[in-house]
């Protein structure tokens, strides 16, 4: 079955270092997500991704945060310059359809553990 | 924004048992979603709505969409250990493509 990869799966990093978590969504999907979830608390939105461009972020997702698709199959998030509070595992996700559709299904990565010491 | 808010926060039932549980959002969704998450692991879907009054199953799992489109709920009948983990209802909107998670219930299960 077709899933989406996360690397790495744990990352440590000093307060204000930057960092890059990576992701390959499923190949034949069109919107790509990330997702963050503080250790005991939901899961919460972070950005959704479409055609080349951000087509909706939350509020948490402010400057320090950026995305990217640099070739076909990679679909990355940076935090330029990491805080406490970043801490967190990052879940990145893709779907092949608009949602509400019936045919739209986000399938999660198994997620990137984010440590900031 | 929409909040979600899942009842119980936590079970503790004994193998074999039926559990229910349910989801309440302040404003409606057209797509209800339930999803389980392990240890370490990214959020996997279970079962989703897309009909208010649908009742849908999956093995040993049934969820129902709320005709108000405010709620919904899943059963598990006859828990195995498999079954621990967090369940996390979420929801969608029409050309929308986030979603909305509710706050989980955890489900353990007592030897």
């Known amino acids: 079955e077709p899933e989406v990869t996360q690397t790495p799966s744990h990352q440590v990093t000093q307060m204000g270092q930057e960092v890059i978590l990576r992701c390959v969504p499923i190949s034949n999907h069109l919107y790509f997500y990330w997702y963050r979830q503080i250790l005991g608390q939901k899961v919460e939105f972070l950005v959704s991704?479409?055609?080349?461009?951000?087509?909706?972020k939350s509020e948490i997702f402010d400057d320090q945060f950026s995305v990217e698709r640099p070739d076909g199959s990679n679909f990355t998030l940076k935090i330029r310059s990491t805080k406490l509070e970043d801490s967190a595992m990052y879940f990145c996700?893709?779907?092949?359809?608009?949602?509400?559709?019936?045919?739209?299904?986000?399938?999660f990565g198994a997620g990137s553990r984010l440590t900031v010491l | 924004g929409q909040q979600l808010n899942q009842s119980p926060q936590s079970m503790f039932i004994q193998e074999g048992e039926d559990v229910s549980m349910n989801c309440t959002s302040s404003?409606?969704?057209?797509?209800w979603l339930w999803y389980k998450q392990d240890p370490g692991e990214g959020p996997v879907l279970l079962i989703a709505l897309y009909k208010a009054g649908e009742l849908t199953s999956n093995g040993r799992l049934t969820a129902q969409f709320g005709i108000t489109r405010k709620d919904s709920f899943l059963n598990i009948s006859a828990s195995i250990p498999s079954d621990v983990g967090i369940y996390f209802c979420?929801?969608?909107?029409?050309?929308?493509?986030?979603?909305?998670f509710g706050t989980g219930t955890r489900l353990t299960i007592i030897p």
């Open positions: 996700a893709s779907s092949e359809h608009l949602g509400g559709t019936g045919a739209n299904v986000l399938t």
């Open positions: 404003s409606i969704f057209n797509t």
């Open positions: 991704f479409y055609n080349n461009e951000i087509s909706e």
């Open positions: 979420a929801g969608q909107y029409f050309g929308n493509e986030k979603l909305t």
